[in-house]
Structure formats: C-alpha cells, structure tokens
C-alpha cells in the first residue's frame, strides 16, 4: 500500500517502523521543530528525527487551512493515512483524500480517555486496565468509529512510561492485523460502545503538584503516572525537588502523629511519608539542579529534627 504516516512523540514510532518495512511511505507529516530546553535550540519531534533518518519526504503545516497544504496532501495518491498523536485536527478534505481514510491509533479503550493524555489520566486514576483502539477519524475530537480494540492490564508498579511501552506494541501489532486485511475491521459507533465519553485534558504544571493532604493511593498514582516525564513536584523545605518513585506503605494501618508530608521514618527502601490517609514510601528523588538519587541519600544532608515537604 501507499501510506501516509502522522504523529510527533514516540507513540507511534513502533507503528511506523513495522509499517515502513512492508509498505510505500510516501509521505510523513509531524509538528514543526521547537525550540526545547534551557538553550532554546530548534528540537525535531521523535517521528521528524526517524523520518529524515530513513530518507522519508517530512512536511509540517501548522494546520491544514491552507488550500496548498490540502491539494499536496491528496496528491500523494494514498490509500490510507496512519495517525499516532499527531497532535492537529484534521479537516474533512485531509480525513476524506485517501481510499481508507484517516486511521487512529488512539492509546485508550474509547470513548474513554478522548483527547491528549490518556495513558497518563489512567496511570494517575489508578485504573487496572486499558488498551488500544484502532479509530476511523472524524472532525470532532476522538470522536470516531471504532475499528479494532485490545485491552492490557495495568498493574500496580506500572508507570506511565511501562503502559506506552506496551501499548505502542500493541496499536503496531493492530495496524499490521488491519493493514493486512482491512475487512477484518468491523467499525462500531463509540454510542454503541461500554462507558460513557470521557476527555483526558492535556497535562498542566498545577498537574504536577503532589498534595499531600490526598490519600496515599492518589499520591503514589501521581507519581507512577508523571514518570517518566513531566514527573510529580514537591517542596523539601523549600527546595524544588521531582519525585520519581513512589509506593504505597501498608505496614502502618494507623495514621501517626504527624502531620500530612511529615517523615515518618528512613530506611535503606526509603523514606515513609505522612499524607492526608495513609503512607506512602519515597524510593527516588531528585533536587532541582542534580541528577536522581535514593531518598536515604538525599535526606543524609537534612539537619532538621522533624524533616517533611512542605504543604
């Protein structure tokens, strides 16, 4: 076939890659170079990168409102394009200018989790399960029929980057199924579909903020879902700090006297932290300005006789 390939994080890298190595990619599209980090330089997005890597033609509009961005579009002559968290809405001559259409491969089990975060509002809801939906796309947002679903569970200790391991695997191993013999697909009204419509807003920077008057489960979901990036943010006495692992404690069954991001007590596991209900362990840390390290390590430089974060 001639295939189309849209998207910007590495979501969709591993569908890409298995569909690069039996089919014509005839074109690629992804959002512009950014600048990024502290010096601003120009940073291409994950897809751009492997895009030029492979010698594929890359384009980057910033919509599709333009009448030439439109006619190159159709001009390629696809059968169908592949779309991983591209990121633009797309109008309805891009959605209708290929044989099959626009095909998602959206990282919930929809219609929950519409919208640009979903792997990260399930990991940070606490949910055991969720998967990948193949998407016919339309012009609302995530609103399309559904093609083809699988579920994976999602364990305790998961972390939102271990669920976009899994599930970049799996929307790769559906595209291939679908590609393969597109009948198979059976498309179905998200209306007819278990659940009602839920979005999955995009993350902000109050996201991040660890409160720690929430219970033990809800904290120790925040972290495992920020991780590996943006990452939960607490203050240690008024020091910026990011929480990278976090587990719930169950060997205390009472709260103790200590106020909500108190110490409790330090091991060589960790730190037992005091929050709203329940402990939570705080396994890794990382100061503002340093790399990652053991909670034990980062609390031999703290003098204070009741050590805690800040509320």
């Known amino acids: 076939m001639k295939i189309i390939l849209m998207g910007t994080p590495e979501f969709g890298l ?3 890659k298995t569909v690069a190595a039996d089919h014509d990619i005839v074109a690629v599209y992804t959002q512009a170079p950014k600048p990024a980090g502290r010096g601003h330089s120009i940073k291409k997005s994950a897809v751009h990168i492997w895009a030029d890597e492979m010698g594929f033609p890359v384009y980057f509009p910033d919509n599709f409102k333009d009448y030439a961005d439109i006619e190159r579009f159709k001009s390629f002559g696809a059968d169908v394009a592949i779309v991983a968290a591209y990121g633009i809405l797309l109008p309805h001559e891009v959605l209708h200018a290929t044989r099959l259409g626009c095909i998602n491969i959206h990282a919930s089990l ?23 939906c193949l998407m016919q796309m339309d012009e609302g947002l995530d609103t399309g029929d559904v093609l083809m679903c699988e579920k994976i569970v999602i364990n305790r200790a998961d972390t939102t980057g271990d669920v976009h391991d899994k599930l970049s695997v799996l929307g790769a191993n559906l595209v ?13 009204k998200q209306s007819m579909m278990e659940g009602e419509p839920s979005y999955a807003k995009k993350l902000t920077a109050e996201d991040e903020i660890i409160d720690w008057t929430k219970s033990a489960a809800e904290i120790a979901n925040k972290v495992r879902g920020l991780f590996p990036y943006p990452r939960a943010r607490a203050k240690f006495q008024g020091r910026d700090c990011k929480i990278l692992q976090a587990d719930l404690y169950e ?4 709260n ?5 991001g108190q110490i409790i007590k330090v091991s060589d596991r960790g730190a037992i932290v005091q929050c709203g209900i329940g402990q939570v362990r705080i396994v890794w840390i990382q100061p503002a300005g340093k790399s990652g390290m053991a909670m034990e390590d980062f609390l031999r430089g703290v003098r204070t006789e009741n050590p805690g974060f800040d509320l």
């Open 251 to 254: 060997e205390l069954k009472v």
């Open 110 to 132: 929809l219609p929950k989790y519409r919208g640009a975060a979903p792997i990260h509002r399930a990991v940070m809801n606490g949910d055991t399960e969720t998967g990948v």
């Open 256 to 260: 103790q006297e200590k106020k909500p």
């Open 176 to 188: 291939h199924l679908y590609l393969k013999n597109s009948t198979i697909a059976k498309p179905k």
């Open 14 to 16: 591993t569908t890409f």
